[in-house]
């Protein structure tokens, strides 16, 4: 199993390929392809790369999925005996980002299995 420890949006996030990940706004359109390169541990069967901080030579592509909102979250301040009270919401702009494949040194060592259009995906 391959895995890398990324460094996006603020946020370290442990990625896989084929997977999608919800990370703080990228720039970019839906469909545009993006590529991490403060790839921070690369883990590739019993081989395991350390940055110091970063990598070298490591790279992480993906695929920006869509932009969405995170879930509402409530700032709620008080203060007892004066009066005061302030309620505030708020909503995390947030990317999806699907991992295409993890590059070391300009070689793929994990990529995403391809799907078939044709074929039906049945939820088991």
Do not use: Q
């Given at each position: 199993m391959s895995y890398a420890i990324i460094e996006i949006g603020g946020t370290q996030v442990r990625v896989e390929p084929g997977r999608f990940y919800e990370i703080n706004?990228?720039?970019g359109a839906?469909?545009?392809s993006y590529v991490v390169d403060k790839v921070l541990l690369v883990k590739d069967g019993d081989n395991v790369t350390i940055g110091q901080p970063y990598v070298a030579g490591a790279t992480v592509?993906?695929?920006i999925l869509?932009?969405?909102r995170g879930r509402k979250v409530i700032v709620y301040k008080m203060q007892p005996k004066k009066k005061t009270r302030k309620k505030r919401g708020h909503r995390q702009e947030l990317t999806r980002l699907l991992i295409k494949s993890i590059s070391l040194n300009g070689k793929a060592i994990a990529e995403a299995p391809e799907v078939d259009a044709k074929t039906p995906v049945?939820?088991?």
């Open positions: 706004h990228l720039d839906p469909e545009d592509e993906g695929e869509s932009h969405r049945v939820a088991g």
